[in-house]
């Protein structure tokens, strides 16, 4: 009996990628008939709420290439729903994710590939070992947060890990069975356990177009990955709290002596504002810990979709 090709599955998320396309799909193709011989392929391709010719480009490749599906969205919901929804739709024995700005280099992925099969991993990730091209401001907020999460949560983050991995169809069904709203696919690639072995490689700088990432941006995934994966800032107004009450204690114990041994004047009052302000700090601090966490359980408790999907390769052909 003949035994059925395998397949890998291309899953590229493309938000307002009109340059890069062309490119990747090029390049990509490229690495297929160069290094892939016998395999059979399918590129996903996530249209994320582009607003520019992304998803006409999508649509030409796939005129062109039975080989291209697709899954546009109805709006903008971001990479984490776009890397959800190509995982989803793929179909093949071997998944990977890439970008569609060529950051991801198609041509490391025999060496991934060959690593997963002999060396039996069921994922093969890859890290870049510099950051170069990037602004070293950004460069070190990412490595502090890289240790405080670290620190703070079970699941492991690797520093410089990318989304480019190729992962056993085994590994990608674990991860689209967590179904939760406030994706950090960093942690949950993690989570799911399983053995992953990480290749590494210089950075590489987008082909065309620009980062859809601001610092603002960061910032907030930053704090999507802090609130995901540890629980631990919810005790730090514990611990805060309760050092404030023994340094009262302290205090409380100091004024009595301080008033029988010498009466009382009154004083103190700049002091008295400097603490006010003080404790009242740390308790808005405090409630702001607690209500990050409650929007996120409120986001989650309502259960809507990760995604909507507008069109799709099956969708297009329908219509005809
Ligand atoms: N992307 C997406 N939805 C978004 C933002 C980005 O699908 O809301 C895609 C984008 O098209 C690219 C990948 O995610 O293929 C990585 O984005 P980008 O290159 O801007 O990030 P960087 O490489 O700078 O981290
Ligand atoms: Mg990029």
Redesign the pocket.
Known sequence: MLRKMEKISVVVPCYNEEEALPLFYEEMERVRKQDFEGIEFEYIFINDGSKDKTLAEIRELRNKDDKVRYVSFSRNFGKEAAMMAGLEAAEGDYITLM?A?L?DPPSLLRKMYDTLKNEHFDCVGTRRVTRKGEPPIRSFFARVFYKLINKMSEVEMVDGARDYRLMTKQMVNSIISMKEYNRYSKGLFSFVGFDTKWIEYENIE?VAGE?KWSFWKLFKYAIEGITAFSTVPLILSSVIGLLFCLIAFVFIILIIIRTLAFGDPTSGWPSMVCIIFFVSGIQLFSLGIIGQYLSKTYLEVKHRPIYIVKETEKSKTEEK
Do not use: K, L, Y
């Open positions: 970008d700005d950051q987008r980062t």
